[in-house]
């Protein structure tokens, strides 16, 4: 039956704390995105209890609703219900949370998530094209080709003036005067300019590199800002209070023109003089000491360069190597510091994006790791995965820099070079690395290609297994961690009931709530169960839906989805009985319970039925974990030998 959209807003609106407690409103592919003006409002357990709402997650500041494909839908008529702007000032406002770099991430990822369709798809279309020109399908020199990559580069291209629409919509400042500073930088007439050469135009030196002058006076490095976020980045808080200043100092009825002039004004001799040029400079002196390092280690260059790489290509430097790239190419004929190094990192973020998307229970994320994790490693196109996946979750980028370094390493020991240009580096672009060195006792021409998919594919797997060993939901804040996340609800729900006893000495015999065959925890294909981070027990895989109490006691919690219940014996054993696996995802519709809590319970008593067929055809697993939490309290816990086991019958000791 579908979502009662008009009934759901309304629900949520008053669940939140009324229409007036929402200072913006938007969504996102599965999710409601909210600012509260006070978050001690909304009641969180009246959100979840919402037909609808599979979840809730308090993030960077936003009070985000799950709910699903149907969000858009819904948010059509939640829009109707106040005028909630996407930019309220009062979520301009909003105190950031955690320590200045957790800020300074937040904020860089806050940046760059709404630009995340745009970097999906055009990346795809450059995955798409890549395969099609290599297999020979479409030529590179045809229109069509043209056209399609013209449009796909479109948004690489012009990232500083689609950033610069981010951060004026995130900061809550003038959208199109933000636009116009990054179209600036990558206006035709002004890369013509800082290209060099111009007939007309003056010339000089500024700290070693070429320059022009704005105003006659002011050096303007020549450099390329096409593809950049650093300048657009760094001038965040100029441009902030440059138009601040202005509105300050305009009077009223001259503000219309002269405020967004003096901004321009300010802001342009900036952003070109100080910290355009930021980057470029920097990057010259990398340049220079990776020429250094090369020179006399080459094997750790490449490794280091390797692992480096992610951060040199996100603030544009790795155009500072690319005149020593041209050299490399013209002197020795192959170059090893932009085709090698580009190719490890590459895969290593696509291997990142893999990890995150195999590890994430939330399907909008799994969507995006997928898509990212495609387009760095066939494509080479890693500012989606970058951006939109590592950066932003953090641990991905780590496991993605150690998966380049190790893969670095073994290139610059092997002696992986590449012999001409063929696109982004990518698992497309391994036929680069076909040639012989002359200067090399390598005289095999595939010795590079076969080290090179050798190094692809230990990138691919180092950055893949780190991610999925160190990234997981809850962390990240995705909805993905709701099942854990009630489960440790339940633990905690029980260990705080003001009717726990006290744990008791004497040993404790728990039966069998269900009928079915045992399997030990540590077999249980769940991490958060087999681990025993929830405690120590032993699973069933059921043969029949219905759930009896283990022994006597009193049921400490309960859960508005069902899947799970939580009891307390007559002497403080803390039991969970975990009804499959994800099924908290089936919101309750395959489970019923026949008691409340507070409730006391005998052994045998029925505490629950599940419908084992409609779990199944849902896609969940059927093993039921029945965990002590509180093993702690305990020297030993003793489950039972055998396969099959009969409700009612003995499951366990606890000492």
């Known amino acids: 039956m579908a979502l009662d959209y008009v009934s759901t807003s309304k629900k949520i609106v008053d669940a939140v704390g009324g229409v007036g407690n929402i200072a913006s409103a938007t969504n996102c592919m599965t999710r409601l995105r909210l600012v509260l003006n006070d978050e001690g409002k909304a009641n969180d357990d009246a959100v979840k209890a919402i037909k609808g709402v599979k979840s809730v997650i308090k993030q960077g500041g936003q009070y985000q609703v799950v709910i699903g494909n149907e969000v858009s839908s819904l948010m059509k008529e939640f829009n109707k219900l106040g005028n909630f702007s996407e930019d309220a000032a009062s979520a301009a406002e909003k105190k950031p949370e955690g320590n200045p770099v957790q800020r300074l991430f937040g904020f860089v990822a806050g940046c760059l998530t709404p630009l995340l369709p745009g970097m999906l798809g055009t990346g795809m279309v450059k995955v798409l094209l890549v395969l099609l020109t290599t297999l020979k399908v479409m030529s590179s020199t045809g229109p069509t080709y043209t056209f399609l990559y013209s449009m796909a580069d479109s948004f690489f291209y012009f990232l500083p003036v689609m950033l610069a629409w981010s951060i004026a919509k995130k900061t809550n400042h003038s959208i199109p005067m933000y636009m116009v500073i990054g179209a600036m930088l990558v206006y035709p007439d002004l890369i013509t300019i800082l290209g060099g050469g111009v007939e007309g135009v003056t010339y000089g030196t500024f700290l070693g590199q070429q320059c022009t002058y704005i105003f006659g006076f002011l050096p303007v490095v020549c450099a390329s800002y096409s593809s950049s976020v650093l300048p657009m980045l760094l001038m965040t808080p100029v441009m902030g209070w440059a138009e601040d200043f202005a509105d300050r100092v305009s009077p009223n009825v001259l503000k219309a023109f002269l405020k967004p002039m003096l901004f321009f004004l300010i802001c342009t001799p900036v952003v070109l003089v100080v910290l355009g040029p930021l980057g470029t400079i920097v990057g010259q002196v990398l340049a220079a000491i990776t020429t250094f390092l090369y020179g006399n280690v080459p094997w750790l260059t490449v490794g280091l360069l390797s692992a480096a790489m992610p951060f040199i290509v996100m603030t544009g430097m790795h155009y500072a190597l690319m005149p020593l790239f041209f050299s490399n190419l013209a002197t020795f004929g192959y170059d090893v510091v932009i085709l090698v190094t580009m190719f490890c990192s590459n895969i290593a973020q696509g291997g990142a994006a893999f990890g995150v998307a195999a590890k994430t229970r939330d399907e909008e994320t799994r969507s995006e790791g997928i898509a990212c994790g495609i387009s760095a490693t066939v494509a080479g196109v890693t500012e989606p995965a970058m951006y939109g996946i590592n950066l932003r979750f953090m641990k991905p980028m780590i496991a993605a820099v150690c998966g ?20 982004s580096p990518s698992f497309m672009s391994l036929i680069t690395f076909i040639g012989v060195d002359p200067n090399s006792t390598i005289t095999n021409p595939y010795h590079g ?22 990234f997981n ?40 709530p269900m009928t079915g065959t045992l399997v ?109 939490t509180n093993s702690d309290d305990y020297t030993e816990i003793t489950p039972v030998d055998g396969a099959e086991i009969k409700a009612g019958d003995k499951l366990m000791t606890v000492k």
């Open 404 to 423: 380049a370094g190790v893969s670095g390493l073994l290139a610059g020991i092997t002696g992986v070079k590449g012999f001409s240009m063929g696109g």
């Open 449 to 470: 290609v076969i080290w090179g998919a050798v190094c692809g594919v230990l990138s691919l797997a180092i950055s893949f297994v780190l991610t999925y060993i160190l």
């Open 473 to 512: 939901d809850r962390d990240a804040g995705l909805a993905g961690a709701a099942n854990t996340d009630a489960i440790d609800a339940a633990h905690a729900a029980m260990a705080g009931q003001e009717h726990v006893k006290k744990v008791s000495a004497a040993p404790l015999e728990i039966d069998s």
């Open 520 to 628: 030990p925890m540590k077999d249980v294909p769940d991490e958060v169960f087999a681990s025993g981070a929830l405690g120590e027990g032993i699973a069933i895989l059921p043969t029949d839906g219905k759930v009896v109490a283990p022994c006597d006691g009193v049921v400490a919690q309960t859960m508005d989805t069902r899947h799970a219940i939580g009891l307390v014996a007559d002497n403080g054993v803390e039991i969970l009985i975990h009804v499959g696996l994800d099924t908290v995802e089936l919101h309750g519709k395959p489970f019923t319970y026949h008691v409340k809590p507070d409730q006391e319970v005998k052994k045998g008593d029925l505490l629950l039925t599940a419908d084992l067929d409609a779990v199944t055809k849902a896609g969940k697993k059927l093993y039921t974990p029945v965990i002590v």
